[in-house]
């Protein structure tokens, strides 16, 4: 039963992951229509809000139920993680590649790793190390930053690109704290309610309304919210509640695997010999942190059996 868990457990992580990966699909037809960066965050974010709060309201209204004083670990996650995050991310996708910004947007282990040591006390072993310099190593292979090295990239999109990664891990940082308290269901909802008021605020979308009178924003915006959104941070939020932040955050590096298949099977992209070898060692990053932790639980298991007896 452990083992079946702690399983269920890393699947429910990179299933979120995943979720993510296919972002790209969806963001594109919107800048096709005119929307910024800027734009597709605030969409994005009240869409996302909308969609869960009339979930909660409808099936878990028990679970809407918060402590005021958590609302400060919702709102940095909405404002500081979520919203931008997402700019950062998007912006660094309209002026490059949606290949070039999930690579420095997976950066964001490595902050998560420092972030929780600091914040947490979380150990830094000899073998998430070793993860995370092979996740970073194997997304740099994915997207064809290693190992030819060619891409002409502007100092300005790196940093935009270093600080998507940044306020990424944020959102593990933010959220961890509450995760034994509430719902991922419920940390979601929060979460996308400072996000959304925080756009609305600070965005012009409400002016292009006239767009949405287009099937394929509709569309676009409903996946981006539904798939890329909502199933992603329940998920990943899921998975985050049983296991250290940085291993999480380690997990979801399949999503740059997901977004370069996304892209060879639905935009005719070319998958060439590096970036097998970078999906190869993304996944033997993830390898290494499920048997860390399957290792942990059996030593638990051995050392009750030995006292028992």
């Given amino acids: 039963m452990e083992k079946l868990t702690s399983l269920r457990v890393y699947i429910i992580t990179i299933a979120g992951a995943v979720c993510w990966g296919l972002i790209g699909l969806f963001i594109a037809p919107l800048y096709d229509r005119g929307f910024t ?16 709060i009339l979930i909660m309201a409808l099936f878990y209204r028990d679970q809407l139920r918060t402590r005021l004083k958590d609302h400060i670990f919702f709102a940095g996650a909405g404002i500081f993680s979520i919203a931008l995050f997402n700019y950062f991310y998007f912006e660094v996708f309209s002026q490059s590649s949606l290949s070039l910004a999930v690579t420095l947007l997976y950066t964001g282990p490595l902050f998560v790793t ?3 040591r600091l914040f947490f006390k979380e150990p830094l072993t000899i073998r998430k190390g070793w993860a995370l310099v ?17 891409e002409s990239i502007s100092m300005n999109t790196i940093f935009l690109g270093i600080l998507s990664g940044f306020c990424y891990a944020l959102y593990s940082i933010f959220t961890k704290p509450v995760t034994k308290r509430y719902s991922a269901l419920t940390i979601t909802t929060y979460t996308f309610l400072y996000t959304s008021i925080f756009m609305l605020l600070t965005s012009d979308t409400i002016r292009k309304v006239d767009q ?9 915006a409903l996946l981006l919210s539904l798939v890329g959104t909502v199933a992603a941070f329940i998920l990943y939020t899921s998975g985050l509640k049983h296991l250290e932040a940085s291993k999480a955050s ?11 298949v996304t892209g060879v099977l639905f935009l005719g992209e070319y998958l060439k010999g590096w970036q097998l070898f970078g999906i190869a060692l993304v996944l033997y990053s993830a390898i290494l942190v499920a048997q860390r932790q399957s290792n942990k639980k059996k030593s638990k298991i051995y050392s009750r059996s030995i006292l028992k007896s």
């Fill in 114 to 116: 420092i972030l929780s």
């Fill in 250 to 260: 380690i997990l979801a590096t399949i999503e740059p695997i997901v977004a370069v």
């Fill in 37 to 52: 960066a800027w734009d597709v965050v605030a969409i994005r974010g009240i869409f996302t809000f909308v969609i869960l």
């Fill in 134 to 150: 092979l996740a970073i190593t194997g997304c740099a292979f994915v997207v064809g930053l290693l190992p030819l090295g060619q």
């Fill in 212 to 220: 949405f009178q287009y099937v394929d924003v509709w569309l676009s």
